[in-house]
């Protein structure tokens, strides 16, 4: 069985962020199972009882990942009117599927919003990626020098999946979600772990023919035995309980991975926010998705304790444990 270091704890840098603002984005066409059936040898049930996805969002043959980037950046603004694109200090963009090598989306994120005197730069930490650009926020956070940071996690996989594998056409889909993560005197960020295993990172990787390669039964059993462990450390280096958890928001890969997790953990499945049943496996967009999902139906509530979690490719890992701040709707 495949093993791990143990996560680096960094629970000990301040508490000085928070998540101020959501947008997200999904593009309008979609892939239900019944299409997936004409392109191989599979069938609605199967797909349900293997992964628990109903369908997945495609982008358009001439939309690429800054744009759904874009729209979910202009949808947190349109929601959250108070927050104006001037004031952002940088911009974090985690995806594995940018438009090109360069620019980078996060410059053209900057460019379509407006943000003047702005870092921005993608982050390629696959499955895992908005997580640790969240981590990466509440660090240049820490330095004072930057005070609103806006962090996105955005995907057109669609568009790198090989639609005669079989065993991996049926998972994946499009779409981007973005939060505001501002300075706080009390911040709400309480913890972080992150630990990469790379003698695994070829499970999941982008051939020469740049489409997705993945040995599925490898990585489900390497999540299975390494994540909750990782899941653990991350609430107990800020000195609380799995019963304290409100939310659990683990990178929505496969339904019936995060139900297995769940009950390594003795976590109630009700209790999990995914975003995978409707829009497949979008990578780093999942827990944004998944976040924006949940607090749209009135399920986060300020002061919720929420464990973030993504794993993937990489092999990688990062969690990042917080108190949800924001109002409901």
Known sequence: MMTIAHPTENSAFASSARITAIGSYVPEQVITNAEIEQLVDTDNEWIIRRTGIIERHKAASDQFTSHLAIAAVKDLFDRFPATSAEDVDAILVATTTPDMPFPSVASQVQQAIGALNCLAADVSAACAGFVTALQMANGLIMTGVYRKIIVIGAETL????????????????????????????????????????????????????????????????????????????????????????????????????????????????????????????????????ALDAAYKANKLQPEQLVALYGFGSGLTQSGLLLRWTLSSN
Not at 186 to 192: E, N
Not at 205 to 210: L, R
Not at 215 to 225: F, H, Q
Request: net charge negative; aromatic share 6%.
């Open 158 to 289: 669609t568009k790198i999946t090989d639609y005669t594998d079989r065993s991996t056409c049926i998972l994946f889909g499009d779409g981007a979600g973005a939060v505001l993560v501002e300075a706080a005197a009390s911040g709400a960020f309480l913890s972080s772990v992150a630990t990469t295993d790379g003698s695994g990172g070829m499970q999941v990787y982008c051939n020469d023919d740049h489409k997705i390669v993945q040995n599925g039964r490898e990585v489900y059993k390497w999540a299975l035995s390494t994540v909750p462990d990782g899941v653990r450390k991350l609430v107990q280096s800020a000195g609380l309980q799995l019963g304290d958890l409100d939310w659990f928001v683990p990178h929505s890969a496969n339904l019936r991975m995060i139900e297995a997790i769940c009950e390594r953990l003795d976590i109630a499945p009700e209790k999990a926010l995914e975003s995978v049943v409707r829009n497949g496996n979008t990578s780093a967009a999942t827990i944004p998705l």
